[in-house]
């Protein structure tokens, strides 16, 4: 794989750089190491040093950047970059996937974020192709891990079928025309499981995403009356009672190690669904659950090794924004996500609000009204207790996700925020975003620090994260495989 994602860079990335008079934080220890030198060769890092013991290349590219502090390249582990933050797939052909894929990489980019991992969103497979063009080098943007589609049950995840029911004609044409909806392919069986793992390693994905254990409408577990009504509404049994059964996720688990590939598993909701998915040994447990995670659950994980992407930040944005719709007419969310779909946003998060506030919309209630809890106890609780067990948590917002989030792209800086907030300092909340990524994706020998030998992504900041991790936001330069990949306005004049 590593070949694969790494082998091809940008013919300038033969020249050589200097980055000089700067502070560095490598990702490997909690210093600030100031006036330093890092020299950079056909896209690697070949020296660090102190700027007085230093010999720069006489052909060298040299960037004076004093009082400037390098990072390494961010990594963003979870997002979407078919989608821009809003239901934009009920209008599949306002924009190419190609042009959404490209923007969106490119403001993943100018935030910092060098590698990102994609889960993946949007039409099928066309993420794969867009990932090789730019791990070529062909189009500017960060490097691309992505799934395929995610594996769920049917009526469950995602599944067309929790759509069209019964006329199989149109689910057939649907499943083409969206290759199984870019979102979920159906597994029921432990043969399925295999089948589908072996059919993704051969197009290509860099790793899978399933699910846990658990009903996709998950309020409806534990609320009879609820259940009732939205069988009154027309929702078939089935939808409600979908769910990925434990001996179905182990196989697809032991047949993607069988294949070199991680798992990452979306909890749906409930901590004991997110147990099940530790027991059967994933690699990476994406978002928190609406509920206290046990210390049991934490010590598996850690004995285990596997990775919590907490996604916080999407929860506490989307209640954001139903509280205060004047957040979503912002000059900046209106760059971020820009039209038709901001309006399309607009008109989805009013609906939303408006059955909130009656009272008529069962399932988005029931959700909001766990969040109070869910800032208050949930997030903060868990956080700390996984920081007490010495879980390694990776930052990523869900960028790109609409329904409980409307997360534009480029915003990994604000769960870090909600990291330090919560009992991380700052060293460690800069490597929940490079050093731990990286080890859960595998390229730990190429990128997530800043070491001779790895490749050439640094962050070039204005200001001093360990001081303030919202500094990371203040952005001077992007270096991307040794090249400069994004300055701001009068960065390097």
Known sequence: MLEKIFSKRKKENSKVMALKGINLVDGLSNELKKDMTIIIKEGKIIEIGKDNETTIPHDANVLKLSGKTVIPGLIDAHLHLLQSGVDDFMKPYAESAYKKLKRNSFINLKSGITTVRNMPGGFGYSALKFRDKINEGKILGPRILTSGPALAPSNGYFSLKQYITSNTLMLFILSRIFRAHGLSIDVDSKEEGRTVVRKLKRKGVDFIKTVTPGSFIPFAEKDEKLK?????????????????????????????????LKVAVHTISWPDDFKKAVKVGVDSIEHTPLGLIDKETFKMMKSKE???????????????????????????????????????????????????????????????NEIEPFKEEYFPVNFRRALEEGIKIVAAVDGGVSGAAYVPHGQLYKELELYVDNGMNEFEAIQAATKNPAELLGIEKEVGSVEVGK????????????????????????????SIAYKSKGALD
């Open 306 to 368: 596997i990775y919590w992407v907490p996604t916080a930040y999407c929860f506490y944005n989307w209640t954001n924004l139903i509280d205060n719709p004047e957040q979503y007419d912002t000059p900046k969310m209106k760059e971020l996500i820009p039209e038709p779909f901001h309006s399309l946003g607009k008109k989805s998060l009013q609906k939303v609000r408006e059955g909130i506030k009656q009272g008529n919309d069962p399932i988005w209630s029931r959700f909001y």
């Open 455 to 482: 490749v050439g992504d640094l962050v070039v900041l204005n200001d001093n994260p360990l001081e303030k991790i919202s500094n990371v936001k203040n952005i001077n330069c992007v270096i991307k495989d040794g």
């Open 228 to 260: 009732e009504e939205l069988l009154e509404k027309g929702m078939k049994l089935e939808q409600i009672k979908a769910s990925m059964k434990p001996e179905v996720l182990q196989e697809i688990v032991n047949e993607a190690h069988k294949q070199g």
